[in-house]
């Protein structure tokens, strides 16, 4: 049975995690699958009249599901948005907002509840990004007690962080489904020998999703079986 919902966490930041979520919708979707996604929190995100909005993780995930831009649907998909492009604890300081991640969490939930097929959860930044004053992305993940989709990038350093991120999540029993080799721009080395080194240890299926490539049949299989 498919799990009810799927957390895309980061090895670290601005390395592809909406792309490779993107990707992965739209696949689910070609396949007739019931799949909705969300990224409840954002940081660097225009307001929707600006044209920059366009170019947000938001607007990138509603594209994906193939729903227009609108106030209702930016807000059912991120409801807590920042404009400055910082981590959310440090973006909501600067914006005089607080965010608790018990809402953050009963959010989730309830979205989890509601949707008829799978849900993916777009985290945001790094796994041990701080998402409050308190909390970071890992304990968002665990309070949520549900499986890891881990995207890293094939810059130079990848593999570490990479590594390091499965480490961690294996440390706290969070279950991977799978790591995803989001290809970087002007990586030295190719993204698919990144993807073999960081498979020779991960202990998890190693996907490598290149930039311009549908996402890989394997990856969609890994999610939903």
């Given at each position: ?71 209702e649907a930016v807000e059912t998909c991120s409801p807590w948005r920042f404009s400055a492009p910082l981590s ?11 965010l608790d991640l018990a809402d953050l969490v009963e959010w989730c939930r309830a979205r989890i509840a509601g ?111």
């Open positions: 049975m498919p799990p009810r919902a799927v957390f895309v966490a980061g090895a670290g930041t601005e390395i592809g995690k909406t792309y490779v979520t993107a990707a992965l919708t739209r696949r689910l979707r070609e396949r007739g699958l019931p799949v909705e996604t969300v990224k409840p929190l954002a940081s660097g995100v225009p307001p929707l009249h600006d044209p920059g909005f366009a170019e947000s993780d938001t607007a990138r995930l509603l594209d994906a599901q193939d729903i227009a831009l609108d106030a959310p604890d440090q973006a909501a300081i600067l914006e005089g907002r607080s949707t008829p097929g799978t849900l993916l959860i777009e985290g945001v930044g790094g796994l041990m990004s701080p998402v409050t004053a308190t909390a970071t992305g890992l304990d968002w993940l665990r309070a949520l007690d549900i499986p890891a989709l881990l995207v890293s990038g094939s810059y130079l350093g990848a593999i570490s962080h990479a590594l390091t991120a499965c480490e961690t999540l294996r440390r706290y029993s969070v279950p991977l489904r799978a790591v995803v080799v989001s290809e970087s721009p002007g990586a030295p080395a190719p993204a698919g020998t990144v993807a073999a080194s960081i498979a020779r240890h991960a202990g998890a299926p190693v996907v490598c999703l290149r930039r311009g490539e549908a996402c890989p049949g394997s990856l969609a299989d890994l999610i939903v079986t």
